[in-house]
Each structure stands twice: as structure tokens, then as C-alpha cells.
């Protein structure tokens, strides 16, 4: 009797052993099962993130290259149109004659100047890029200017032809320059108010018998306004930077002015000026953060637009996808492991009803 009891505690004993082996075996086939949909879950969430910020970059990047393209189009247009304007003034046979001092008479000169500032005026309010146009000429004639002021200035060819813009003399096809020094100190001493940050650039042409130039400015106002309308965002950074290194930098909607921050002194600028491809897009650091870099080249004067973006900014949209996805992804994963807790006690309290009653 004794024996057949410690029998039955011994095999009572095993059964338990075996149930418990059974549910432990049950509830890992049930984890495993919860498991791997919800590890699918995951692996297609981050996939779809993987590819949206792919995509979204990569057509941040197109739209933003052909933002600066089109950009830079539009403003080689307005430098064609400065070089045929001054061509117009180049070819004027009473100007040319003015400006070489052939005509003596006082009336003459004075009607071929008054003449000549009506062209130029029309020829500014006519373009939203110029900011004014100068007529120079030897020291017996007088300045024909745009400018507001109305201020007689003696003429200044010769001593403009030592100075520094002479480079743009030399040929009379004329050239582009980032500023002229001379001529600015020049209008300076005449002009109230006058300032060089008034022009982004110039071209500077010499009349056919060396004697007087034609100055066209570009108006830095009317540049940043088509570097703003890129819309780079309050941490975008542009700028127009001339083939000399003169910079208009603009940072949201601002000019900024003597500025930290340069293009002309970051190497990645360097370097994609070397390059012969007319857009260059980098991914750079700056102030330890990651930003997508762009510029484009200029076909008409050397003449460069870059812009610089966060690629935080670039992968916002992204980042949207990426949170709700984890949100998804984190309430599938509760609602699993709550689903398989239920089944494992209602199987566990079926099991140890069943073996109950086969104990009894």
C-alpha cells in the first residue's frame, strides 16, 4: 500500500513535471509566433523610412538644383542685357565723338549728356537688376550718372585707367568685376550716402577710343531677392559670389553683412569652383551640424549662386514618417504582448483545469 502511494506521488510528480515542460514549450511557440510578425513589423518600418528619407533627399536635392539652376538662368539674362545695353551706348556715333572731345561747342556737349542720361535712365527703370549706370569720361567732360544726386563730377577716365578697375580696360569687349575701389572713392567724395554695398557686381566697358567707359551696377537688392525666393528657410544660407570672391550673402530673408560665416573661405567651395561641372552638389559640416551644399556656375561672367541647407530641414518630412512609424511599431508590440499574455494564462488555466480532473 505504501509502495503503490509513493508510486502514484512519483507519477503524479512526473505529469506535473510534464505539464509544465508542455505549457513552458507552448508559451515559446506562442512568443515565437507573436514574435516574428511583429520583428516584420519592424523590419518593414524601418525599410519604408530608409526609402521615403532616400526619396524625399534625393528630390529635395533635384528641386533645390533646379531652384539655383533656373535662378542662375534668370540672372545670366540680366548680365546679356547689361552688355547689349552698353553695346547700344557703344555704338552711339554723338556719344562716341562726345566722349573723344570732338566737339567743341558747349551747347553740342551739353545736349549729347542730357541725351545720353535720358537713354540711361530708361535703360535702368527698364531693368529691375541695374542699380545705376555711369558714363566716364577724360577731366574736360563730366560724369553722365544715373545716381539720384544730381552732383556735376568731373571726369576721371585717365586716372580710372592706372587704378585697379583697369583690367576691365584692356579688352573692348569689356569685363566683369566684383567692385571698383576707384570709382567708388570717387562718388564717394560727390554723392551723399553713397555705398559700395548698393551693386553686387559691374561690368565696365571702354568706348572705342579709349577715352570714356561705360560702369553698369548690379543692384545687390534686386540679387538677394532671387536668392531669398529659393526658399532655403530661416537656416538656409545663400549667397552670390563673383568670380573675383566679392560675396552677397543672405541668411533667411537678411543680407548679411561682415558676417562669421564665408563660402569664399570653406574648401568645399574651392574645390567645387575647380570643377568643371556647372552644379556641384556636397553634403558639408558646418558648426558641427550636417548640410546639403549646392552651386551653380554662371555661363555669362564667372559668377557663382550656392545655397546651403540642414539636412535636418532636408529629412523633416522623413522624420514624420520615421516617428510614426516607431509609434505603429511600439503599439503593435503592446498590443502582441498583451494578446499573447491573455492566451497563455486562458491555456495555462485550461491545462490546469484538465489536469485536475484527470487527478480526480
Not at 536635392?61 to 557703344?90: H, N, P, R
Not at 545720353?116 to 550718372?145: C, E, H, R, T, W
Not at 576691365?168 to 567692385?179: A, F
Not at 499573447?340 to 480532473?357: D, L
Amino acid at each position: 500500500m505504501k509502495l503503490e502511494k509513493n508510486r502514484n506521488k512519483q507519477q503524479n510528480k512526473l505529469d506535473e513535471n510534464n505539464r509544465k515542460k508542455y505549457l513552458i514549450g507552448i508559451k515559446l511557440k506562442l512568443i515565437i509566433g507573436f514574435l516574428i510578425p511583429l520583428i516584420c513589423t519592424m523590419l518593414i518600418g524601418i525599410g519604408a523610412y530608409s526609402l521615403a528619407a532616400s526619396g524625399l533627399t534625393t528630390n529635395y536635392e533635384d528641386s533645390m538644383s533646379k531652384a539655383m539652376i533656373t535662378a542662375m538662368e534668370f540672372l545670366d539674362f540680366g548680365f546679356s542685357s547689361a552688355v547689349s545695353e552698353s553695346e547700344q551706348l557703344y555704338y552711339d556715333t554723338n556719344l562716341v565723338r562726345w566722349a573723344t572731345g570732338a566737339i567743341y561747342d558747349n551747347w553740342t556737349r551739353k545736349e549729347i549728356a542730357e541725351r545720353a542720361l535720358v537713354d540711361l535712365n530708361v535703360k535702368q527703370n527698364g531693368n529691375s537688376f541695374l542699380a545705376n549706370i555711369y558714363i566716364i569720361p577724360g577731366d574736360k567732360l563730366s560724369v553722365v550718372s544715373t545716381y539720384k544726386d544730381s552732383v556735376e563730377i568731373p571726369g576721371f577716365y585717365k586716372e580710372l585707367s592706372k587704378s585697379g578697375e583697369a583690367v576691365c580696360l584692356e579688352t573692348l569687349s569689356g569685363d566683369w568685376i566684383g567692385t571698383h575701389s576707384y570709382i567708388d572713392q570717387v562718388l564717394s567724395n560727390f554723392y551723399s550716402g553713397y555705398s559700395p554695398d548698393s551693386y553686387a557686381c559691374s561690368y565696365i566697358r571702354p568706348m572705342t577710343t579709349r577715352r570714356a567707359c561705360i560702369v553698369v551696377d548690379y543692384s545687390s537688392e534686386s540679387i538677394a531677392g532671387i536668392l531669398q525666393n529659393l526658399g532655403l528657410g530661416e537656416q538656409g544660407i545663400s549667397a552670390f559670389i563673383t568670380a573675383d570672391g566679392r560675396e552677397l550673402l543672405v541668411q533667411g530673408d537678411k543680407i548679411v553683412r561682415n558676417g562669421e560665416f564665408s563660402f569664399v573661405n570653406q574648401p568645399y567651395f574651392t574645390t567645387a569652383m575647380e570643377e568643371n561641372a556647372e552644379t556641384v552638389i556636397e553634403y558639408v559640416t558646418h558648426q558641427n551640424k550636417e548640410y546639403l551644399f549646392i552651386i551653380t556656375k554662371s555661363h555669362r561672367n564667372g559668377a557663382a549662386i550656392c545655397g546651403m541647407v540642414p539636412v535636418s530641414m532636408v529629412r523633416a518630412s522623413a522624420d514624420s514618417i520615421k516617428n510614426i512609424t516607431i509609434l505603429m511599431v511600439i503599439v503593435s508590440w503592446v498590443i502582441a504582448i498583451l494578446a499573447c499574455v491573455f492566451i497563455i494564462i486562458g491555456i495555462a488555466s485550461t491545462i490546469h483545469q484538465i489536469s485536475n480532473k484527470l487527478r480526480s
